[in-house]
T-cell receptor, first 112, second 114 residues
Framework: GQNIDQPTEMTATEGAIVQINCTYQTSGFNGLFWYQQHAGEAPTFLSY????GLEEKGRFSSFLSRSKGYSYLLLKELQMKDSASYLC?????????????FGTGTRLKVLA | DTAVSQTPKYLVTQMGNDKSIKCEQN?????MYWYKQDSKKFLKIMFS???????INETVPNRFSPKSPDKAHLNLHINSLELGDSAVYFC?????????????FGQGTRLTVV
């Protein structure tokens, strides 16, 4: 089956670093995505990993280990505007086409 | 210039009514999706269309009927609305095997059934 797990909620302080973990099980893995979703808005794309290792994009980095079914999103120099939900998603190709399967999201609160 | 646009943004209706949500993408993508996000913020795939053809139907009640008149449009019609249908419905599109790997989302339609 398909399963994606991530923590429900995290809290961190402005200026700090936070790591959001995601574990997944899927039969047709074809990429790991992180999305950011502010309350009342659409999910917006943050990062993509298809090979093992770290991808860095400014303050945000994402890591993937396919053998462990594990990813994390690292947010550095946290700002108040980073308070949002962070969704881990796997692109699955098991059914012959792509579909994006989402975890339940991690609500991050950044405190002053 | 909005990439994926859906209308309406808000929809309040009574139980038993029939309603439609429209979605259009101007990205030239081949694949479009409907997702449902419930009150716990879980984003669950409902349907996927590739070039107007239904590819994925994730055991959604048959009161929900998607229609794709062309590959840039994917509409969702819901019959006999129930209280449990209240949620935010997101349309999305992706390029598939070519180009950017990520899915792009519309702004969502918040459906409230009373």
């Amino acid at each position: 089956g398909q399963n994606i797990d991530q923590p429900t909620e995290m809290t961190a302080t402005e200026g700090a670093i936070v790591q959001i973990n995601c574990t997944y099980q899927t039969s047709g893995f074809n990429g790991l995505f992180w999305y950011q979703q502010h309350a009342g808005e659409a999910p917006t794309f943050l990062s993509y990993n298809v090979l093992d290792g770290l991808e860095e994009k400014g303050r945000f980095s994402s890591f993937l280990s396919r053998s462990k079914g594990y990813s994390y999103l690292l947010l550095k120099e946290l700002q108040m505007k980073d308070s949002a939900s962070y969704l881990c998603a796997v692109r699955d190709q098991a059914s012959g086409t792509y579909k994006y399967i989402f975890g339940t999201g991690t609500r991050l609160k950044v405190l002053a | 210039d909005t990439a994926v646009s859906q209308t309406p943004k808000y929809l309040v209706t009574q139980m038993g009514n029939d309603k439609s949500i429209k979605c259009e993408q101007n990205l030239g993508h081949d694949t479009m999706y409907w997702y449902k996000q419930d009150s716990k913020k879980f984003l669950k795939i409902m349907f996927s269309y590739n070039n107007k053809e239904l590819i994925i139907n994730e055991t959604v009640p048959n009161r929900f009927s998607p229609k794709s008149p062309d590959k840039a449009h994917l509409n969702l019609h819901i019959n006999s609305l129930e209280l449990g249908d209240s949620a935010v419905y997101f349309c999305a599109s992706s390029q598939g095997t070519r180009g950017a790997p990520e899915a792009f989302f519309g702004q969502g339609t918040r459906l409230t059934v009373v």
